[in-house]
T-cell receptor, first 112, second 115 residues
Framework: SQQGEEDPQALSIQEGENATMNCSYK?????LQWYRQNSGRGLVHLIL?????REKHSGRLRVTLDTSKKSSSLLITASRAADTASYFC????????????FGPGTRLSVLP | EAQVTQNPRYLITVTGKKLTVTCSQN?????MSWYRQDPGLGLRQIYY???????DKGDVPEGYKVSRKEKRNFPLILESPSPNQTSLYFC??????????????FGAGTRLSVL
């Protein structure tokens, strides 16, 4: 499968702490995106990082990309209970006709 | 308001009874796709369409059909549903499938149970 993988599968932290999630993928890409899903609902786009970028910030989100290792990380700083959700990375898998491929996700629980 | 609308949101049916899940977007997007989400497996792409009358198989197309007669609509058809198609289904659309234009907008989901 061309699917990537997120690590860890589940993460529990206290409010105010930082949360780091990692994503690995297998094919060449144009860009990598992170999405958030509240329980059972549609995914919402968070941030996109291009293959020629190494780091990107958006509010409390920081994304890094290492194309040599085919990996990315999402850091959420000063987490809040409202950040509780599942987080998915997604790539446009060039080697597979630019199909859009999602990883299995990380379930983040932020405890008040 | 820009949105992707799926119907129905919930559906319980029996094995073999044909059903259609509708999907419509109002953003003039060219690329549309269907995913199914199962515990531990993430989202898997069923079919996608790069434009009107252009559709192609994703990772798990068996047992599904799609059509793209109009740009805004991309229905998912289960001709003879089976219990292993019990899942949470999402429709998504984007401007294209290339570069920064492939940011996906998702519908709210359709929870399907096949008895």
């Amino acid at each position: 499968s061309q699917q990537g993988e997120e690590d860890p599968q589940a993460l529990s932290i206290q409010e105010g702490e930082n949360a780091t999630m990692n994503c690995s993928y297998k094919t060449s890409i144009n860009n990598l995106q992170w999405y958030r899903q509240n329980s059972g609902r549609g995914l919402v786009h968070l941030i996109l990082i291009r293959s020629n970028e190494r780091e990107k910030h958006s509010g409390r989100l920081r994304v890094t990309l290492d194309t040599s290792k085919k990996s990315s990380s999402l850091l959420i700083t000063a987490s809040r209970a409202a950040d509780t959700a599942s987080y998915f990375c997604a790539t446009d898998a060039i080697d597979y006709g630019q199909n859009f491929v999602f990883g299995p996700g990380t379930r983040l629980s932020v405890l008040p | 308001e820009a949105q992707v609308t799926q119907n129905p949101r919930y559906l319980i049916t029996v094995t073999g009874k044909k059903l259609t899940v509708t999907c419509s977007q109002n953003m003039n997007h060219e690329y549309m796709s269907w995913y199914r989400q199962d515990p531990g497996l993430g989202l898997r792409q069923i079919y996608y369409s790069m434009n009107v009358e252009v559709t192609d198989k994703g990772d798990v197309p068996e047992g599904y059909k799609v059509s793209r007669k109009e740009k805004r609509n991309f229905p998912l058809i289960l001709e003879s549903p089976s219990p292993n198609q019990t899942s949470l289904y999402f429709c998504a659309s984007s401007l294209s499938n290339v570069g920064a234009k492939n940011i996906q907008y998702f519908g709210a989901g359709t929870r399907l149970s096949v008895l």
